[in-house]
């Protein structure tokens, strides 16, 4: 069977590996779950990801793999995809690796913090403290990393440095992209935002891969 991923693309880790997938021709099988429905937390489901989170894949039938940096390091060693993406020579692809670790516990967790006040408060009646919290944790986190992202950017065309896009770029771009889903966004970070505006028409399939965004955005103006 050929490669089973399983993906939300409302999700930006999946449209992160989604984008590997596609930028590549790797051929591939979808499965598409629902999130705010607890889609992942089925036991069908747990069997092929026991953390209940997508994306996953399995892949030769019988390897099962979780979380999208690790997916995404995965197929560039398995397909051997060109070197930019994840770069064979130690240094530069510290560089890649660098990122794919800071993106955890900084943009991620500005992500996590300023979904769960902005979007999950008001969907879940969270109690207000919570969501003053979050907020609070989430912007101060947002400021930090963007400010990080801005000095890097204002040197580099890409955050791992090199001539092309890497897989870091690739996840934090996905990131950057859910900004208005909860309220945020570059105003203010120039070089940030022409990295977003350039690697939206670098990626070739950027309109098919945000597609369910697009349309989940345009919902909510309405
Ligand atoms: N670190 C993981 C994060 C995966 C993740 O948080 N996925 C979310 C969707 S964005 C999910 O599956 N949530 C389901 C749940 O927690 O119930 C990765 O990069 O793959």
């Known amino acids: 069977m050929v490669l089973q991923l399983y993906t939300d693309w409302l999700s930006e880790p999946c449209r992160a590996v989604g984008i590997l997938l596609l930028e590549n021709n790797i051929e591939h099988e979808v499965h598409e779950l629902d999130v705010l429905k607890g889609e992942t937390h089925t036991d069908s489901y747990k069997k092929i990801n026991p953390v209940g989170k997508i994306p996953s894949i399995v892949d030769d039938d019988e390897f099962n793999l979780g979380e ?8 560039c060693e398995s397909r051997n995809l060109p070197d930019h993406y994840y770069p064979k020579d130690i240094k530069q692809r510290c560089r890649v690796d660098f990122w794919l670790d800071w993106h955890h516990t900084n943009l991620r967790h500005a992500a996590l913090r300023l979904i769960r006040a902005n979007v999950f408060g008001p969907m879940r009646n969270l109690p207000q403290t919570t969501i003053d919290e979050s907020r609070k944790e989430g912007e101060t986190a947002l400021q930090s990393s963007l ?23 690739i996840a934090l771009v996905c990131e950057v992209a859910m900004f208005p889903v909860y309220g945020a966004s570059t105003d203010g970070y120039p070089h940030v935002e022409t990295w977003l505006k350039r690697l939206s028409t670098e990626i070739k399939c950027w309109n098919q891969i ?5 349309q989940f955005l345009a919902s909510k103006k309405q």
Not at 150 to 165: F, I, P, R, V, W
Not at 210 to 214: G, M, V
């Open 147 to 169: 400010t990080f992202m801005e000095e890097t950017l204002s040197k580099n065309d890409y955050l791992a440095g090199g001539k092309q896009l890497s897989i870091a770029d």
């Open 210 to 214: 945000n597609a369910k965004l697009d």
């Open 68 to 75: 999208s940096h690790t997916i995404m390091r995965y197929l």
